[in-house]
């Protein structure tokens, strides 16, 4: 499934359930008020008891102007490419291909990811540019497997850049606001998937919200709750030994030696 299509999926949840989509809608500024609410400002002006900021890296701007760390980022670039199903089953299997080519960027990977009947290949990592994804896809084990095979469009584009989170942030909530998704840095250190874990940091601050409504308090110390529920289902069941292990891989030069003593 591709990506577009999975937020269709999901927007149709939400709005089964009740949720109100507002389209072509960019929220320029958000105001806190302890004892009123919070003020939602752009087009139009909303306000509410609490917000949720579900924003990706792309609403930085948005916690940095009420008081909230932004995580620590690296950048992902990738392109879908057309390929009959049959071809992928033979030369990729239902399986994702990692590639960690210090040569090509010392904090990151390459990937194959393969679907019905579309490659999508990237590379993520610190200061990715495009002449690093052109590299990767000269490498000859992807060049002979894609020649010839086109990239699809979407929204007007072949390829796709975008930022990622390098690391969940300390404090992700303040009165009235919680940050869930990226925008909270939740996603793998290691392969930087993050759909799992946006969507359980999601579900908790949706449990946390409900808890505070009921109660009448969206205050910080109401809402510390979320964070706490975030340490103990995400990061000390999943994510701190994948701190661990990015730790091995991108800083301790071990990933080299391994290679080094594999081919000596």
């Given at each position: 499934m591709f990506r577009t299509d999975f937020d269709k999926h999901l927007v149709n949840i939400a709005q089964d359930a009740g949720a109100q989509i507002q389209y072509k809608f960019r929220v320029k500024k958000i105001e806190i008020n302890k004892s009123s609410g919070?003020?939602?400002?752009?087009?139009e002006e909303y306000q509410s008891k609490c917000v949720i900021l579900a924003t990706g890296l792309g609403g930085a701007h948005l916690q940095r102007q009420i008081g909230l760390e932004v995580p620590p980022m690296i950048s992902g670039i990738q392109a879908e490419l057309e390929v009959p199903e049959e071809v992928i089953d033979e030369q990729f299997g239902n399986r994702v291909w990692e590639f960690f080519d210090r040569s090509l960027i010392d904090h990151g990977i390459a990937y194959v990811?393969?679907?019905s009947q579309t490659l999508s290949i990237g590379i993520a990592g610190k200061g990715v540019k495009m002449n690093h994804f052109k590299a990767f896809l000269q490498n000859p084990f992807i060049k002979?497997?894609?020649e010839g095979r086109e990239m699809k469009v979407f929204g007007g584009r072949k390829v796709w850049a975008a930022p990622i989170p390098d690391r969940m942030i300390a404090m992700p909530y303040r009165e009235r606001v919680m940050v869930i998704g990226?925008?909270?840095?939740?996603?793998d250190p290691i392969l930087y998937e993050g759909i799992y874990q946006a969507r359980l940091s999601g579900k908790i601050a949706a449990e946390t919200f409900c808890q505070a409504l009921d109660k009448e308090d969206f205050g910080e110390s109401v809402l510390a709750r979320y964070n706490e529920l975030l340490l103990k289902h995400l990061y000390e069941e999943d994510l701190r030994y994948s701190y661990k292990f990015h730790q091995l891989l991108y800083h301790s030069g071990l990933?080299?030696?391994i290679i080094e003593a594999s081919y000596s």
């Open positions: 919070v003020k939602v400002i752009g087009p990811f393969p679907k002979e497997k894609i990226d925008a909270c840095g939740t996603a990933l080299e030696r």
